[in-house]
């Protein structure tokens, strides 16, 4: 998404209304597929957690946003302010009245997760670190990330600054489709800066297969973050694990929700080939029929019982092929959040979506679609008129929030 600068105003009121609550532990875990916001895996996914340097996440969103506008180039330099020379390690030890470049600013935020340089750049595009803040909670909201406050732009410890592995994985997915262009730094395994070689915090990288960033996070009140993204034969997944007991268990319990997210994707993939065709149905099916929200089948698949968490996979049915007779499919999606036997009740769930006020749904249309099935009358309720980065963006939004979504590709 691109930022307007007259949305600064609307959201004003938002930093009102998030909750200050310490969280009471420490532990979170979210699967997502990339391209639906379908979520494979969910534990205390909603609850409030310390993002730690997660939080450059959000910090290198802005910064992206602000070179993709033209407000700043790679190859500027940003000054060093003393606070910002003073700050806490992690950070590179840079000198007061001294400059680095925007470039290595995203290379040292990436891979050292430098908090000297979290603070330059909350200096340069905010003006200091509590307008930078406001401006990146303010920018949580328009992504959907709903109970996600920032307090800085390094994830120094700050009771204020909280976050979910939900809202994670919303940032995750929007800063991968939002700035595709700039989203190989997140790979990079090394940082050379002043003679001095600087390893990528996010082991995962290169190690476990298909997985391509994001970043990692301490402090003492966070225990071990992690945000991954991996891709593997076109399919990406985004996992985020919080609150881990050290690096190696974290990162473990990462790649096997890596592994079981895939595992499913490709056990899916198997159901729908070797599936026989229904006499008489000549056309693909629109999607699978979900129950009303609040009543979805769950399947376990595999544990991780050693470490006292289950690997939940949600949601029974496959999740649909998305099928485009578009000449411009990324123009042309939609989200249904439901199905029922009663357009009444179809009404009804559109209407307390609308509620939501998601920024994702502002321009979409609402509507009810009835087909027959098996005799019977269904009645669908769906969001058209979307890019599929947006369609993406409000299942993320809602299935953070335990609302059924899943999006495809219009065939209208």
Known sequence: MRLLPYLFAIFVFFTANI???????????????????????ARHADQLRYPASL?????????????????IGLDDRLRVSAKAAKAKP???????????????????????????????????????????????TRTAKLLGMSRTRFANGSGLPDKRQVSTATDMAILAAAIYTDFPQYFHYFSLKKFVFEGRSYGNHNSLVGRVTGVDGLK???????????????ERDGKRVIVVVLGGRSIRQRDAHAAELIEA??????????????????????????GPVYPPAGDLGQIEQG?????????????????PVPVSISTNPTDRWLIQVGAYSKRDQAKARLHAIGNLSLPALQAASPV???????GKSLFRARFHGLKQKTATRACLALTGRGEPCFALASTR
């Open 19 to 41: 909750t200050h609550a310490k969280p009471a532990n420490r532990y979170a875990s979210v699967a997502v597929v990339q391209s639906t916001g379908e979520v494979l895996h």
């Open 90 to 136: 992690s950070k590179l030890g840079l000198k007061a009245a001294s400059s680095i470049s925007v470039e290595n600013a995203i290379r040292a935020l990436v891979t050292k997760s430098a908090n000297d340089v979290a603070i330059v750049v909350a200096e340069r595009l905010g003006g200091g670190e509590a307008k930078f803040a406001f401006k990146m």
């Open 55 to 71: 939080t450059k996440v959000m910090t290198l969103y802005l910064l992206f946003d602000a070179i993709a506008r033209g407000e």
């Open 216 to 230: 990692t996070g301490y402090i003492n009140a966070s225990g071990y973050n992690v945000a991954v993204t991996a």
């Open 261 to 286: 997210a895939f595992d499913e994707l490709q056990r899916r993939e198997v159901l729908l080939a070797t599936a026989m065709p229904l006499k008489g149905v000549t056309t693909p099916m629109a």
């Open 368 to 374: 009810v679609e009835a087909s027959e099935q098996g």
């Open 303 to 319: 544990s991780a019982d050693k470490r006292g968490v289950r690997i939940i996979i949600e949601g029974q049915e496959p999740a």
